[in-house]
């Protein structure tokens, strides 16, 4: 960040965008993350395939040798399966890590805000679940590009409740809305 003075003559942050440089930062850490996760799930297929041949070569043998041959390349099949699917797991949760790692590290980056974190981490605004979950300052329901925020006492961010899509309530000010038309929502019980 680079500083200027206020009229005090303190220094005063001035916010730089740093989410293009962050972008392909993360960006290519989230590849790298991915590429290990791939590779140790072919690890592990190629244990199985690797077992199966072996199993097969041992078992071809056995009818032309003695059954002795079967058993002993069945068993080498299984322990060659065996390691190189563990192997595989390792490797998998290896590449887990590290996303999870990376996860923690662009949630909780004070460069980005909400709508970039999401698009850093590969999120889309239809994979929330909206089962009373709070919002943040992310783009709207709609897919604008604005933030949300009550029109009553402007909180935004985990002020806001989503009720549903299509209901938003504010802990702050209690004024519920649909985010898609900015209609109100009575609350209240119909008189009789």
């Known amino acids: 960040m680079a500083n200027t003075e206020d009229a005090t003559g303190s220094a005063v942050p001035i916010a730089v965008n740093l989410f293009p440089q962050l972008e392909v930062r993360y960006s290519d850490g989230y590849k790298a993350a991915k590429a290990i996760v791939g590779f140790g799930n072919l690890v592990k297929t190629l244990g199985i395939v690797a077992g199966v041949i072996i199993a097969l070569i041992a078992l071809s043998l056995s009818e032309r040798l003695s059954g002795i041959f079967f058993v002993a390349g069945a068993l080498f099949g299984v322990l060659v399966w065996l390691g190189l699917f ?95 038309n900015g209609a109100e929502i009575s609350t209240t019980a119909p008189s009789r």
């Open 86 to 180: 563990v192997s595989g797991i390792v490797i998998c949760a290896q590449g887990q890590l590290l996303l999870a790692t990376l996860d923690s590290a662009v949630n909780t980056s004070p460069f980005l805000d909400n709508s970039q974190r999401a698009l850093v981490m590969s999120l889309s605004a239809n994979s929330t679940s909206w089962s009373q979950s709070s919002y943040s300052s992310e783009p709207g329901i709609s897919g604008q590009n604005a933030e949300l925020k009550c029109s009553k006492c402007k909180c935004f961010g985990s002020y806001l409740v989503a009720i549903s899509p299509e209901h938003v309530k504010c802990k702050g000010c209690g004024y519920e809305w649909n985010p898609l």
